[in-house]
């Protein structure tokens, strides 16, 4: 049976551009960093600087939105939704996901 609201925590490191993916299909993401000293980068593409955005310490960033037409979800299951990297040390970055 696919989740409704599930958290998972990933590790990172500042040379890896790790896929954050979905567990199951899903409408909304948050990724929140954990990391009270270091940035986490995001990444829409990994080789793509020009895609990048800074995710401070302690803060998150909200992915959703209303799900695609013919009602099939925002995320499909094992979808990346983005690629995350340390600017230094591991992290972590939490993922919430939700239906």
Known sequence: MQGVYEKKRWTLDAITWTPITAPYDCNTVTLRNLDSVN???????????NTEDILTPDLQEHLGGPS????????????????????????????????
Request: glycine letters at 12%; aromatic letters at 10%.
């Open 39 to 49: 940035n986490i980068k995001l990444r829409t593409q990994s080789g793509d600087a």
């Open 68 to 99: 695609q037409p013919g009602g099939s979800f925002r995320f499909s299951k094992a979808q990346t939704v983005v690629f995350a990297q340390t600017v230094a040390g591991t992290g972590p970055l939490l993922a919430t996901y939700l239906v």
